[in-house]
């Protein structure tokens, strides 16, 4: 685990170089939550209802808008206004992997306008460098009107059964990672992977990716589709600093009880983590 990780949400946030994660370690702080809810509803309604009520227990929403049924202004307007009512981000869990080209229209523009609402997008780096470049081109071009409030998220490793996401591809997520780290907010892994050998040789000494785990229930059991599960405790020990947790709550009979739950062990598991200092 990096050393960063030992450090409290406020210290990280104090002195980090990238806009997105200081602002992402603040809410953290302020909210005592490092919940992200993965909300994979299929209709507006359900999405904005999810948000409103989990809203103050939660750091992130993640969502996935092209399950949605009936996605449009509604949808925009709803998800932002909510976020800013509660304090929280918005990650589009859209897993770009397309040649930098096709991505950049993707992401801006396009029939879903994922730059005008999503605070933080992910990528598979399968396709090479190209797809971070192109996205970080997009984020740092002048008429691109959202600047720090944007960031990305490498999908290094995966928590489904068998999954390809391993050994040379991970080391070249963290690679392209330290090659963008403007726009590169962190991974989507399993565990913290400062530690990992690129050809990247020099990790500068304000290197500080923020680690989002996906995979996390509190049943701490598999599902029949390959899925395996954390519980926050072990994703927060391995070095998560956010924990993605979907169907354990909002499928659950009482949604804001769950994130509740999920909002105090993971808090827990995180003071444990940098020894009771917030």
Request: contains cysteine; charged residues 25%.
């Amino acid at each position: 685990m990096s050393s960063k990780s030992q450090l409290s949400y406020a210290a990280r946030a104090s002195k980090h170089p990238n806009p997105l994660a200081k602002r992402l370690f603040e809410i953290a702080e302020a909210k005592h939550s490092n919940v992200t809810v993965s909300a994979d509803v299929t209709t507006t309604k359900e999405l904005l209802d999810l948000a409103d009520r989990l809203g103050p227990h939660i750091a992130v929403i993640k969502t996935h808008i092209d399950i949605l049924s009936d996605f449009g202004d509604d949808t925009i307007n709803g998800l932002t206004a909510l976020a800013k009512k509660h304090n929280f981000l918005i990650f589009e869990d859209r897993k770009f992997i397309d040649i930098g080209n096709t991505v950049q229209k993707q992401y801006h523009g396009g029939a879903l306008r994922i730059s005008e609402w999503a605070h933080i997008i992910n990528c598979s780096v399968l396709p090479g460098e190209g797809i971070v470049e192109a996205l970080a081109q997009t984020a740092s071009a002048q008429d691109f009107p959202y600047g720090p409030e944007r960031g990305l998220l490498i999908l290094a490793e995966m928590t489904s059964k068998g999954s390809l996401a391993t050994g040379d591809y991970t080391k070249a997520s963290v690679d392209y990672a330290r090659k963008y780290k403007k726009f590169v907010t962190g991974f989507v892994s399993t565990r913290a992977l400062t530690e990992v050998q690129t050809d990247v040789t020099s990790a500068s000494e304000d290197e500080d990716f923020v680690v989002f785990t996906t995979g996390v229930n509190l049943s701490s059991k598999g599902d029949k589709l390959g899925q395996q599960y954390q519980t926050p405790e072990s994703a927060i020990g391995r070095g998560a600093d956010f924990i993605i947790a979907g169907r354990g709550i909002y499928a659950a009979p009482d949604p804001v009880e769950a994130a509740q739950r999920y909002q105090k062990e993971g808090w827990d598991a995180y003071m444990a983590r940098v020894g009771g200092k917030s």
